[in-house]
């Protein structure tokens, strides 16, 4: 009889050690889930830096050039539609990007062209924890390439051979 008198002083002692690990488990499994979604959105905005770079080099220092390496950071895509498109990273955007040239005066293999991204905030997904986070700046340079093109500031096999300026 004491037996069941004590196992009835314990009513509830199951759901409130079940709450405990609850919130342990759960705390420590949607920790996992947003760090991991961290780590991808760092990988995600650092390839798309240098996806940008690569695709810099070899485009014109111009406006519409711009715009195209933009898009491609953003997008992935240098003729998407902002207004269609879905970022590669939620709440990027072409005002994220800054793609400087430098010595860039047609084809050169002197010619470097950087790409980075600034001021991304990283949203948190877990209501509870909230907020943003600042993301680092990721930049990337990537130097002059000929791709098929005969380079401005390099001597050819004729001396009539012309100083290409790639297409956009």
């Known amino acids: 009889m004491a037996n069941r008198k004590s196992s009835s002083n314990e009513r509830g002692a199951t759901l409130l050690e079940f709450t405990i690990v609850a919130v342990v488990f759960f705390t420590a499994m949607f920790g996992v889930l947003e760090f991991g979604r961290l780590l991808f959105t760092h990988n995600a905005l650092r390839d798309a830096a240098r996806r940008g770079a690569r695709y810099a080099v070899v485009r014109k220092n111009d ?43 047609g084809l050169q293999l002197s010619a470097r062209a950087s790409v980075s991204i600034n001021s991304y905030q990283y949203q948190f997904f877990v209501p509870l924890v909230g907020g943003t986070l600042n993301m680092p700046a990721y930049r990337t340079s990537q130097t002059g390439e000929s791709a098929g093109y005969v380079p401005c500031d390099m001597p050819s096999a004729t001396p009539a051979a012309p100083c290409a300026i790639i297409p956009n």
């Open 63 to 105: 406006a519409a050039g711009i715009a195209a390496v933009k898009n491609m950071v953003v997008y992935g895509d240098p003729n998407a539609n902002p207004a269609t498109a879905t970022p590669i990273a939620p709440g990027l955007t072409t005002s994220n990007v800054q793609v400087d040239y430098v010595n860039f005066n």
